[in-house]
């Protein structure tokens, strides 16, 4: 059963400070592995997108990495804010082009504290 | 920014009602798609569309259907609301890419749903 699992399922840390959140995932074949940004209340918004052949890409503060190898890949977030709060959803493809089947994480719940 | 727009934001209604939830965006994407969510729980595909008069069912059964008769807009319909539909519907669209090029995806801002 093709599945994305992603920990921890919550997170606090003080503001300024580093983080990584992780997603680990089964689906085969691979395509893309996506991070998403979800604030409460509101839809999902794409913060990376990585295919195969890459294993890491950036976003400001954010930045994802992927190991095809191990099926990981992690999502770091640097000297962090306030308005990092929101749940962080990591989602695979097993398609590229046609966006055929999304196999989505249930997302870590970041709390940044002042 | 997205130009993909839900309204209602809120609904909350009563059992046995009818309403529809409205979905329409600016991008001309062909690819439209409804998802479900509840709390701590992960986004599931309940309809989708791959351009005018084209709509599937999703991975999640699903009480509700939907119609594609533009392309910008794309509306899912509940004919009678029960308490077990109560959640938040996400919509999204996107554009078909050339063979592989990664296709990306936009969502809306959401419609919370409370049926009482």
Redesign the interface.
């Known amino acids: 059963k093709n599945q994305?699992e992603q920990s921890p399922?919550s997170l606090i840390i003080l503001e300024g400070k580093n983080c990584t959140l992780q997603c680990n995932y089964t689906v085969s074949p691979f395509?893309?592995l996506?991070w998403y940004k979800q604030d409460t209340?509101?839809?999902?918004?794409?913060l990376t997108?990585m295919?195969f052949s890459e294993n890491t890409k950036s976003n400001g503060r954010y930045t994802a990495t992927l190991d095809a190898d191990t099926k990981q890949s992690s999502l770091h977030i640097t000297a962090s804010q306030l308005s990092d709060s929101a749940s962080y959803?990591c989602v695979v493809s097993d398609r590229?082009?046609?966006?055929g089947r999304?196999y989505?994480?249930?997302?870590t719940?970041l709390t940044v504290w002042p | 920014e997205a130009d993909i727009y839900q309204t209602p934001r809120y609904l909350v209604i009563g059992t046995g009602k009818k309403i529809t939830l409205e979905c329409s965006q600016t991008m001309g994407h062909d690819k439209m798609y409804w998802y479900q969510q509840d709390p701590g729980m992960e986004l599931h595909l309940i309809h989708y569309s791959y351009g005018v008069n084209s709509t599937e069912k999703g991975d999640l059964s699903s009480e509700s259907t939907v119609s594609r008769i533009r392309t910008e807009h794309f509306p899912l319909t509940l004919e009678s609301a029960r308490p077990s539909h109560t959640s938040q519907y996400l919509c999204a669209s996107s554009e078909y890419r050339p063979r592989g090029d990664v296709e990306k995806l936009f969502f809306g801002s959401g419609t919370q749903l409370s049926v009482l």
Do not use: A, D, E
């Open positions: 994305v399922q395509s893309n996506r209340g509101r839809g999902p918004v794409s997108i295919t959803i590229g082009s046609t966006l999304l989505f994480g249930r997302g719940q």
